[in-house]
């Protein structure tokens, strides 16, 4: 059964730092390209960073560009999201996602082109 878990979710003041890591089981995703999206209240979800499956190639939406990083250990399964300088509009519950179908650069913001998605983990950034 495959899964993603992510985790590292939590409160944080503006201006912190957190670390979520996503770990991913069922099968060897080091074919995959890996996202991080993210969905407010009341919002549609939305993208957020990817990742290539050789982590040669990353993608960050405008709003996170220069403070969020995305990684990946295609040894352990997993993939990481540092954010940085956060800010309260980060919040939001986070989600990971991976997909072996995605070939053109553009895909890699669009939900729809993934095909498994973890649980979310929290994630709240006071003023």
């Known amino acids: 059964q495959v899964q993603l878990v992510e985790s590292g979710g939590g409160l944080v003041q503006g201006g912190g730092s957190l670390r979520l890591t996503c770990a991913a089981s069922g099968r060897t995703f080091g074919n995959d390209a890996m996202g991080w999206f993210r969905q407010a209240p009341g919002k549609e979800r939305e993208f957020a960073a990817a990742?290539?499956?050789?982590?040669?190639?990353?993608y960050y939406a405008d709003s996170v560009k220069g403070r969020f990083t995305i990684s990946r250990d295609n040894a352990k399964n997993t993939v990481s999201l540092q954010m940085n300088s956060l800010k309260p509009e980060d919040t939001a519950v986070y989600y990971c996602a991976a997909s072996r179908r995605i070939f053109y650069s553009s895909s890699y913001y669009l939900p729809v082109e993934y095909d498994y998605w973890g649980q979310g983990t929290q994630v709240t950034v006071s003023s």
């Open positions: 990742i290539n499956w050789s982590g040669t190639r990353t």
